[in-house]
């Protein structure tokens, strides 16, 4: 069983963060700071949440872990999510890392920071941010990503989709136009082109009965908040990953149905090999869903695993120099 007791901050008080404020161009964004006892200077990791309105008490039970092994973490509302200003439907993932790299930054700057010893963590949609944010700051001493990244924002998307159309038993000729159906959202998310042609082909698949599986009205972003959202047709983390230099740990989910598993950790494992970077470490945990947490369809509510914690611990220790025990 994983405790937090040696968890503090500087009021002693290990169940209250601090919370900051930090800026990221012209956002403020806001978060929560877990600082772990004793006299510094004490190494630090800034925490990356996943996709759509990610809060940052989603990743507390996360940075409290971190915390116990002797890190102060950061976590932050995304853009738009909580108390953070902005709006990550306006952001690209460009956005989004220049957010992750703010956070860096001010954790940096803190009293008892050991600057030699910051990474990050993140969580899903952060796969993709965390090589960007690695090409930016090659000096991170640390990556561990959870559930994400590695294959590309299309797959993960289309893997998705497939589940859902596989749950609802949709073949044949409706598997067909749904399939269709997404080729020409990609086309027009990646391209542009055609919009009208894309809400005609969707007015005209409203009806049937596996639209509701796809939904696209929900998450067709407009036309001049296209170019923001192209990435998700567009974006192939594995050239970055290629040039990641720093430890990383990847660990994911053998029951992730948000995420083409074995496809995701062959591409890490064939990216960091050929980064020439030894220093890395991809797992399949079992009986495992999205966020490292244990169960058969992914819930905030399910806990997370054991083993994702003793994988960390392990890394860290290793890898960046911690005390064991």
């Known amino acids: 069983m994983i405790t937090f007791s040696d968890c503090a901050l500087c009021n002693n008080d290990p169940t209250q963060p601090t919370a900051v404020h930090f800026s990221s161009g012209e956002v403020t964004l806001a978060g929560s700071l877990f600082g772990p006892t004793g006299k510094g200077p004490h190494p630090g990791v800034v925490l990356i949440g996943g996709s759509g309105s ?12 971190l915390c116990s092994l002797g890190f102060r973490a950061l976590t932050y509302d995304k853009r738009g999510s909580g108390e953070s200003g902005g709006d990550w439907t306006e952001a690209s993932l460009d956005n989004l890392t ?20 910051v990474g990050v963590w993140g969580v899903s949609q952060a796969g993709w941010i965390i090589p960007i944010l690695a090409a930016r700051l090659p000096q991170l001493s640390f990556a561990i990503v959870v559930t994400g990244g590695g294959a590309t924002p299309r797959e993960v998307e289309m893997t998705s989709y497939e589940h859902a159309l596989d749950e609802a038993k949709i073949v044949g000729d409706d598997r067909d136009d749904a399939e269709a159906l997404l080729y020409v959202y990609f086309a027009w998310l990646q391209t542009g082109f055609d919009r009208t042609g894309l809400l005609r ?18 998450i067709l972003p407009s ?30 989910g053998e029951k992730d149905h948000l995420l083409p598993v074995q496809l995701a950790a062959d591409r890490w ?11 890395t470490t991809v797992k ?17 509510e399910s806990p997370v695993s054991p083993e994702y914690f003793d994988s960390v611990k392990r890394c860290l220790t290793k890898r960046v120099g911690l005390k064991k025990g």
């Open 98 to 117: 220049d957010d992750a790299a703010a956070a860096i930054t001010y954790l940096k700057k803190l009293p008892q920071a050991d600057t030699s010893r």
């Open 54 to 65: 990610a809060g940052r008490d989603q990743l507390r039970v996360y940075a409290e872990h």
């Open 269 to 279: 494992r064939n990216g960091l090999a050929e980064a020439g970077n030894a220093k």
């Open 223 to 252: 036309d001049e908040l296209r170019p923001k959202w192209e990435w998700v047709a567009r974006f192939d983390p594995l050239p970055l990953i290629k040039k990641m230099r720093m430890p990383v740990l990847v660990l994911l």
């Open 284 to 300: 399949i945990l079992p009986g495992v869903n999205h966020g490292g947490r244990l169960g058969e369809t992914h819930s905030l």
């Open 201 to 218: 082909a969707i007015e005209q698949d409203r009806a049937k009965s596996w639209y509701s599986l796809i939904s696209l009205d929900r």
